[in-house]
């Protein structure tokens, strides 16, 4: 459809006697979160805005080199050891409910994803590839080489540019969400870098991603750094379990900032081992599970060895691989070792924990409904339940494609209401541009103060300074961020004790 004249449907001036949509839906946010929810609400006959980066690398989902956690009718894992699995990783915190529900819907979803195109590796009798990874006591993860994320992008996004019910904006952001005089959401004011548009709807989903780049180090994109989650706290949603932010164990060591590369979990599934400087395997000194542990004992695991023999990053041994097998299973990892000047065939490969992924966020009703009429949150961006204190390998993505679904159906089954029966309130004013310097500065103390080990005494001052510069600043974007690491931090000191991802220093 012309941008022009879906503009009217989303501003509720279509006059066009055959428009049949269903509803009018934004969706922000382009990984596999945002856009499996696009192409589902399209196919339901609703019409959909789909604001998203400018490029797909800038997505969490594109890098994603593990895969998807399924249990599937022809192995010999079964869903209730995949939901054991899931609730141990969660380290209590996790609601069965919904991990079940999630678990059993993951062959389904498989299905789908095949049937928009995408084609998971399989093994000599042409059955899947399964991948075992850190936390699972099965081979259980799908998995496109170690390019799943890029796999799977690159099949959706052929799905939205067919579908005439989807009008794709790259580029496009969230700067605020619109509050009707009622309460609820109306759609969002988004920004192309130049200019400012203003996008009506019944309903918006945000699908914007984590809050990775919060961080000074991190395996996620600049953009990852939880813009939706802050915009929908400004908005009055709810959010929960924010102190648990996912460290991933084995980021490859950089002395710059920014997003490093990460080293996936599925290289020591296949035999990679930890160790120190010394050259000692040393994950058996922590867990029995040793290098197959989850992801928040070993990133713990890696920051006391670094500690005790204070240096910056641990080792990754793959040298033992048979020769040519650590390329062919893992050819981008391979290749981005290989551009630093690394040979995995004989140097070890150096490895920090790196912020990765955030299993608290805005709070859902198993729908994808927050408490904010007319909003709703999937993927990372959201708190679910699934994944409690602490994630389970690989079953982010299928949370994504399920939840994908579920959220698509309750918009389609909900009532209708037309877009302008409640006036929007007013009340944006452009600010400052974002001060880079600012930002930085604010990315080292969130990776020093909210990183794998946490200081109760400095956590109380630094609540007090970001609070304080908050309510000083100009810069919309700084504010936003600073009420993220507020929650956060916040939210951390309603523990006493280590609990999943979160750890205080003793």
């Not at 192995?75 to 050891?81: A, G, I, K, R, V």
């Not at 619109?178 to 945000?206: F, I, W």
């Not at 389609?412 to 209401?417: A, D, G, Y």
Request: charged letters at 25%.
């Amino acid at each position: 459809m012309p941008a022009d004249l879906l503009i009217e449907c989303l501003t509720g001036t279509c006059v066009r006697p055959n428009c049949t949509m269903k509803n009018r839906v934004l969706v922000v946010g382009g990984g596999l979160a945002g856009t499996a929810v696009a192409i589902h609400l399209a196919h339901s006959g609703n019409q959909v805005v789909l604001a998203m980066p400018k490029h797909v690398q800038d997505t969490n989902s594109y890098h994603a080199q593990g895969g998807i956690a399924a249990v599937l009718s022809n192995t010999e894992d079964s869903l209730d050891q995949h939901l054991e699995d899931t609730l141990e990783a969660g380290a209590g915190m996790t609601d069965e409910t919904v991990a079940r529900y999630v678990i059993e819907h993951a062959a389904e979803e498989i299905s789908q994803l095949e049937s928009w195109g995408v084609h998971f590796d399989e093994v000599e009798d042409h059955s899947y590839s399964l991948h075992r990874e850190g936390g699972h006591s099965a081979s259980r993860i799908l998995h496109i080489k170690d390019y799943t994320g890029k796999g799977i992008m690159t099949a959706l996004y052929e799905q939205l540019e067919s579908h005439p019910n989807i009008e794709v904006h790259k580029g496009w952001r969230a700067d605020k969400l619109l509050r009707r005089s009622d309460g609820s959401c109306g759609g969002a004011l988004l920004h192309d870098g130049e200019e400012y548009y203003t996008v009506e709807a019944d309903h918006t989903v945000l699908a914007t991603g984590g809050l990775g780049a919060l961080f000074n180090t991190t395996s996620n994109p600049d953009l990852a750094w939880g813009s939706g989650v802050a915009l929908a706290m400004e908005l009055g949603a709810k959010v929960r379990d924010m102190a648990f932010v996912q460290f991933h164990p084995t980021v490859l060591y950089s002395d710059q900032p920014g997003k490093s590369l990460l080293i996936s979990e599925a290289v020591r599934g296949a035999g990679g081992i930890l160790r120190n400087h010394d050259g000692v395997a040393f994950m058996t000194q922590y867990d029995k599970r040793g290098d197959l542990a989850t992801r928040d004992v070993v990133s713990k695991s890696i920051y006391n060895e670094m500690l005790k023999a204070d240096v910056k990053w641990m080792y990754l041994d793959v040298t033992h691989f048979e020769t040519g097998k650590f390329e062919e299973v893992f050819p981008i990892i391979s290749e981005g070792l290989r551009q630093r000047g690394l040979d995995p065939a004989v140097d070890l490969i150096p490895v920090t924990p790196a912020s990765h992924y955030h299993c608290g966020g805005i709070d859902t009703a198993i729908s994808g409904a927050t408490n904010v009429s007319g909003l709703w949150a999937l993927g990372e961006c959201a708190r679910t339940g699934l994944h409690g204190a602490n994630r389970l390998a690989s079953n982010s993505l299928l949370e994504a494609i399920v939840f994908a679904r579920t959220v698509a159906d309750s918009i389609s089954k909900s009532v209708e209401r037309a877009v302008s029966d409640v006036p929007l309130a007013a009340e944006f004013s452009e600010s400052e541009a974002s001060d880079r310097s600012e930002i930085e500065n604010l990315q080292r103390e969130v990776s020093r103060y909210l990183g794998v080990m946490r200081n109760r005494a400095e956590l109380d001052e630094m609540i007090a300074s970001w609070e304080s510069r908050k309510e000083s600043t100009s810069n919309r974007e700084l504010a936003l961020r600073l009420a993220l690491c507020i929650e956060i931090a916040k939210d951390s000191l309603r523990y006493s004790q280590d609990v999943g991802a979160l750890t205080w220093m003793a």
